[in-house]
Every structure is written in structure tokens, then in C-alpha cells.
């Protein structure tokens, strides 16, 4: 038995929640000299799990983007594809998932070295997309999404053994304090938080609009927030929020008219390829959580103009 084939995180599996402390690194490389981005923003990413890094992308590419994004939300074929999530009560559009296998120009954004090139340098290597999708917070309908650590799902429902992923959000709307931003606890990625419940069967079909499992308990969540604080990811749309796998984070609903969107992609390191779920469950499918290519994302620098 390899380490690769062992529980290293187990969750729900007992009858109450518990704390366990990180086994993996953070940041995989420590050679500065050679980093896309400078070395005080590698180690705010080291320490508290995340990153927001300005202005990544023009306000033309913004435009493009979103362009594209209004075209895919208007698409019959892309709303009835089976890939894309509704609100649960509006049935808004909320997430067309896969877009880097789908759609040519959201392939060419996730192989862009203005974000791929920060993940490979975190993750230390080569690097696949496990998830693609293309967030829509619509304003006034917009739900929350509750507190949780994507870790604990991938670990458990997808089978990714380790915590060598990261996620990236491009923003494409501004996000302000009062939209719904990302929320974050800084410093929480260094603790895994042990969930109660078992899985229930083709439990993505109701977790991607409403997670009821894989989801802290109250206690944990409220000493994490008193140790570390909660963060909020405000910046102007053209930014990128990088964010540990492990990463508490959540988002408040959309009460205002400024709906909110954003491009995300999760990176995770080809020696990191998923496995059998630790759960007794069938694996989600594939346009949730890639289980067959795991072959080196070609990461280059891209023009989209």
C-alpha cells in the first residue's frame, strides 16, 4: 500500500467533528529568484492561504470575458448541457462547469502563465486542471454559499489524496463589500476540519447549489474565526484571487443590484491525480472532478486582443 492509497484526512466518519493538523506543505518551491510574482506575495499566500493579486487582466480582456460569459448564460444548449448549475429557488444560472474543455477561449485562460505560471510555481511542478466553471452571482436572487474547506470534498467525495491544489478566481466584476465577495479565514489552511455525516448518494447534484455536507460544525467554525479573522477578497474585476485548497471560505448572498461573476479554475499537481473516493460513494463526474487527463497543462503566454 502506497501513501497515496491512505486515509490521510479521513471526515466523515465519525459521529463528531474534529480538528487535525496539516501534513502537507503550502508552498512547494523556495526559489524567489525565479518566481512569476514577488516573494512577499508567495509568503502572504504561505501564511494566510490565499492571495489577491491586482490587475492581471486588462479592462478589454475584462470586456471580452464577460462578453463571452453573457453569450454561454443565454445559450440554450450550454443551460440544458447537464454542466450548469441553477440557484435553487430563482434557477438563475449560477455555474457552467468544464469551460476549459468546452469553450476555446475560456481553454486558452486557464493555460495563461499570468495564472497558471503562479499556480505551478505554489505547487511545485507540472499541474492539470481538476475544475473549471464560470460563476454567475446575479444581484438580488445571488445565495450564499456556506463556510467550507474544498479539500474536504475533493478528499472525500473525488478522491484527491493530498493538498497540492489551489483555486483561482479571475474577477470580472468588481467586488465590493456589499456583493457578496469571497470570504476567507487567513491562516486557517494549516488546520483540517473533520465533518460529520455521511455522503449521500450523487450528493453534487444538491452540493454545487446548497452544500449540506462536507460542512463545518458551528464550534469549529467560530474558534477559526476567532483565531484568525475572516478576510474578504475585495478588488476590481481584472484581479485574480489565488487560494489554498484547504482554504475556509464562504460568500454572503446578493441583496444588491451589482451581480458578480468570475472565471475559476482549479489547479492541482499531476502527482496529486485523483484516485478512488474515500467515501463508499461512485466518484462525481468528470465535468465536476477530471479522473482521466492528467497530462501537463501546456501553460503560455496568451493574447487575447
Not at 459521529?15 to 524567489?32: A, C, I, K
Not at 476590481?236 to 441583496?255: E, L
Request: net charge negative.
Amino acid at each position: 500500500m502506497t501513501t497515496q492509497d491512505v486515509d490521510l484526512y479521513p471526515s466523515r466518519q465519525q459521529g463528531t467533528p474534529g480538528w487535525q493538523e496539516r501534513l502537507d506543505p503550502v508552498l512547494y518551491r523556495r526559489d524567489f529568484e525565479n518566481a512569476p510574482i514577488e516573494q512577499a506575495q508567495l509568503e502572504h499566500f504561505e501564511r494566510n492561504g490565499y492571495l489577491v493579486v491586482k490587475d492581471l487582466f486588462s479592462a478589454e480582456e475584462v470586456a471580452l470575458f464577460r462578453a463571452e460569459l453573457e453569450r454561454m448564460r443565454q445559450d440554450e444548449a450550454v443551460v440544458h448541457s447537464g454542466k450548469t448549475i441553477r440557484e435553487p429557488q430563482s434557477h438563475a444560472v449560477r455555474s457552467v462547469f468544464e469551460i476549459h474543455r468546452d469553450n476555446p477561449l475560456f481553454a486558452r485562460v486557464a493555460r495563461d502563465e499570468r495564472i497558471a505560471g503562479i499556480a505551478r510555481f505554489i505547487l511545485g511542478g507540472d499541474l492539470y486542471v481538476h475544475q473549471s466553471r464560470m460563476n454567475f452571482k446575479p444581484g438580488f436572487t445571488g445565495k450564499e454559499f456556506y463556510w467550507h474547506s474544498d479539500f474536504e470534498t475533493w478528499h472525500v467525495e473525488d478522491g484527491m489524496p493530498r493538498m497540492r491544489a489551489l483555486s483561482c478566481s479571475i474577477l470580472l466584476t468588481d467586488n465590493e463589500p456589499h456583493n457578496g465577495p469571497l470570504m476567507l479565514m487567513p491562516g486557517s489552511h494549516r488546520h483540517y476540519v473533520r465533518c460529520v455525516g455521511e455522503t449521500p448518494e450523487n450528493h453534487y447534484r444538491q452540493s454545487l447549489r446548497k452544500q449540506e455536507y462536507g460542512v463545518p460544525d458551528d464550534a469549529s467554525l467560530a474558534e477559526l474565526a476567532r483565531r484568525f479573522g475572516i478576510d474578504t477578497a475585495v478588488a476590481p474585476a481584472g484581479s485574480a484571487v489565488f487560494f489554498d485548497c484547504n482554504t475556509m471560505h464562504g460568500s454572503n448572498s446578493n441583496i444588491t443590484p451589482c451581480a458578480r461573476s468570475n472565471l475559476f479554475y482549479v489547479y492541482n499537481h499531476v502527482d496529486n491525480a485523483l484516485q478512488a473516493p474515500f467515501c463508499e460513494r461512485a466518484p462525481r463526474p468528470a465535468f465536476v472532478a477530471e479522473r482521466k487527463d492528467f497530462s501537463p497543462l501546456e501553460i503560455q503566454p496568451e493574447q487575447y486582443l
